[in-house]
């Protein structure tokens, strides 16, 4: 049986009234591989909530080999049957002998982690990374508009990328809008604790959001700070 990845994550309420955000994993039997997923309900709502929790459960329950934009669309399915107005963001990570499939709708993230570099791997499906994929000027408020969600987006429009060394990391945007690229890379040098420590510094520093962090480790990374850098 293939060893599985040791991984570990944190997540927080922040000043909201509930915690939208949801995570999930699920080791697939027999070492064929494992699948992470992360959400992160579109509101402050309970149904924002269950959105969330429904999508990273079904995420992570999908067969590895449906690949990671199975997993969405297994999420999608989930949400739907819930019969309410809930959505949510959502990104899947699916470990094989590869390394990580990688996808994703909305503003959730995942980043390439190998123990020294951290590099963004997903590009955030909002308005305003629209407008600047065609030169226009964004505003503050356009970055927390999504263009997709679980509960609206077509097979089309889900985002893919590949990963195939090292770890990885995921955040909702109560993590990566609230902390800097250097701020996150210095956190992910604690082992066993860089997903509390991303969550916990993301609301000191004023997050007005949930923020929930899942840190894959790279395998047999030893961590030294002076090494790390942020790849472009």
Request: aromatic share 4%; glycine share 10%; with cysteine.
């Amino acid at each position: 049986m293939r060893e599985l990845p040791h991984w570990h994550t944190a997540s927080a309420q922040g000043p909201r009234e509930h915690n939208a955000d949801a995570v999930a994993a699920y080791a697939a039997p027999g070492g064929r591989g494992m699948v992470f997923a992360l959400a992160d309900g579109v509101g402050d709502h309970p149904n924002a909530a269950r959105a969330a929790r429904t999508a990273a459960s079904a995420a992570a329950r999908t067969p590895v080999d449906q690949g990671a934009a199975g997993a969405v669309l297994a999420a999608q399915r989930a949400v739907l049957a819930l019969g309410d107005t809930g959505d949510c963001v959502l990104v899947v990570a699916v470990r094989t002998a590869e390394g990580y499939g990688i996808a994703w709708v909305g503003d959730a993230r995942a980043y390439a982690w190998d123990g020294y570099t951290v590099r963004q791997v997903t590009k955030d499906h909002t308005l305003a990374q629209y407008f600047r994929d065609h030169g226009q000027p964004v505003t503050p408020r356009m970055e927390h508009v999504v263009t997709t969600s679980v509960r609206t987006a077509g097979a089309h429009e889900i985002g893919t990328a590949t990963v195939t060394t090292g770890g990885l990391l995921l955040t909702s945007d109560g993590v990566h809008k609230t902390l800097s690229g250097p701020t996150m890379l210095d956190i992910l040098g604690m082992p066993d604790r860089a997903a509390t420590e991303l969550v916990r510094t993301a609301i000191s520093l004023g997050g007005s959001d949930n923020a929930t962090a899942l840190v894959v480790d790279p395998p047999g990374a030893e961590v030294t700070t002076e090494k790390f850098r942020v790849a472009a």
